[in-house]
């Protein structure tokens, strides 16, 4: 069976993630991530999603209304995110770096950015929440961020946050990363 970065993230985040919390999709994108948070905190939960692309945001209020689903979606940086929630009031945080798939390479998510997002998440998530990463590296893009943030979350502090790197091995070509966090 293939595992992608993906069904590997949404697996995790389902151990987390329960009817009536509160999370945030960070980077909206298709909506994907989206979709599947709002299937896990059902109709007493809200999700809430970020991106920078007017575009991603009208794909996933369509794709969420097929199912059935409305979501709050915001047209910011996931860097202002701390400006729209009570500090440890979210269960969980997606985070799917990089650019849209067939969009504009130079609209991908930036180190400098993702981490003051990072840091704003740290505030926002509940104890025993999670953060979770889709980090992508490859082609033209990805190989800066990957390593500002992985530097990043080397020095957080282990008493307060769990931080776990997961690898796919044996892949070639700079396979994607998932990363969590967890707030003890
Ligand atoms: N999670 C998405 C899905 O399920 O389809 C895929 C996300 S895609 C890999 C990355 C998205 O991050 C792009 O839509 C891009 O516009 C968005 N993005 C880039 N910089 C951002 C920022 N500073 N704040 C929020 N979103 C950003």
């Not at 329960?18 to 909206?28: M, Q, W």
């Not at 998440?121 to 082609?139: D, E, F, M, N, P």
């Amino acid at each position: 069976m293939r595992i992608s970065i993906v069904d590997w993230t949404h697996q995790f985040l389902k151990q987390y993630v329960k009817e009536g919390d509160h999370c945030i999709d960070a980077t909206v994108g298709n909506g994907g991530d989206m979709l599947y948070l709002k299937q896990l905190v059902k109709d007493t939960g809200t999700v809430s999603g970020f991106d920078i692309q007017q575009m991603a945001l009208d794909h996933t209020r369509e794709k969420l209304a097929a199912h059935g689903f409305t979501g709050n979606l915001y047209l910011d940086s996931h860097a202002n995110m701390g400006q729209y929630f009570e500090k440890e009031s979210i269960a969980a945080i997606v985070f799917n770096l990089g650019y849209l798939p067939g969009g504009d390479h130079k609209l991908a998510t930036k180190a400098e950015s993702t981490i003051q997002a990072i840091e704003e998440s740290l505030l926002l998530l509940k104890r025993g929440g999670v953060i979770s990463l889709c980090i992508y590296s490859g082609g033209d893009s990805g190989f800066e961020e990957k390593d500002a943030v992985l530097s990043y979350l080397k020095g957080l502090d282990h008493k307060k946050y769990l931080v776990i790197t997961n690898e796919f091995y044996n892949k070639p070509n700079h396979p994607p990363m998932p990363v969590f966090i967890i707030k003890n």
